[in-house]
């Protein structure tokens, strides 16, 4: 069974541009959840779709959006871009079902503002 | 005071000890506990899913849970380099609403 797969690998960007990631979930699993690590915070939650829904959200800036559709893919968008916002994103999924279930994670999308 | 504290090392054991990771948590609503592994420019990877307190063993892993002092652990026995890697912690209330807290993690060296 493929995993949770993440499209691309790697990403330049420069301030004030927007930036559109995208993540292919296991193949039964509807919950995708989206995740930002850094070095200095760690892994921070972002949101979480099922059912093409936004069914819980992080504490992060409006500028940060996402959407899923209804094969349960997913997309992030992080408009106007800042230096910060340099980071690898990750993307999770799971059967959705119930809440805590176990979470699989992709490689992720390196980030990089410039 | 950050919700989960990890020491990030490096920890560095030869090949064939036993590791010990630990975290220690301030709040008293996570009640589901985790470990993942994160190989460099991978994803982290869930090696064990735990409920409330106790201990959870899966080979050459263990998981332990101690609810009353806020402290969590995995031992892995027999350690090889292909072990090298960082370890997370992860955390979460019942409903799951804030998603999954991690720590930091803690980058582990096992020398051959």
């Known amino acids: 069974k493929a995993g949770v797969t993440q499209t691309p690998r790697y990403l330049i960007k420069t301030r004030g541009q927007q930036v559109t990631l995208s993540c292919s979930p296991i193949?039964?699993?509807?919950?995708v959840s989206w995740y930002q690590q850094t070095p200095g915070q760690g892994l921070q939650f972002l949101f979480e779709?099922?059912?093409?829904?936004?069914?819980n959200k992080g504490n992060f800036p409006g500028r940060f959006s996402g959407r899923q559709f209804s094969n349960s893919r997913s997309e992030m968008n992080v408009s106007t871009l800042e230096l910060g916002d340099s980071a690898l994103y990750l993307c999770?999924?799971?059967?959705?079902?119930?809440?805590?279930?176990?979470?699989?994670f992709g490689s992720g999308t390196q980030l990089s503002v410039l | 005071q950050k919700e989960v504290e990890q020491d990030p090392g490096p920890l560095s054991v030869p090949e064939g000890a036993i590791v010990s990771l630990n975290c220690t948590y301030s709040n008293s609503a996570f009640q589901y506990f985790m470990w993942y592994r994160q190989y460099s420019r991978k994803g982290p990877e869930l090696l064990m899913y735990?409920?409330?307190?106790g201990n959870k063993e899966d080979g050459r892993f263990t998981a332990q849970v101690d609810k009353s002092s806020k402290y969590i652990s995995l031992f892995i026995r027999d350690s090889q380099p292909s072990d090298s890697a960082t370890y997370l912690c992860?955390?979460?209330?019942?409903?799951?609403?804030?998603?999954?807290?991690f720590g930091k993690g803690t980058h582990l060296i096992i020398q051959p």
């Open positions: 193949s039964g699993h509807r919950s």
């Open positions: 999770a999924s799971s059967l959705g079902g119930a809440a805590n279930e176990k979470l699989f």
């Open positions: 779709y099922f059912s093409e829904t936004q069914r």
């Open positions: 735990t409920y409330s307190s």
């Open positions: 992860a955390m979460s209330a019942r409903g799951g609403a804030d998603g999954l807290t």
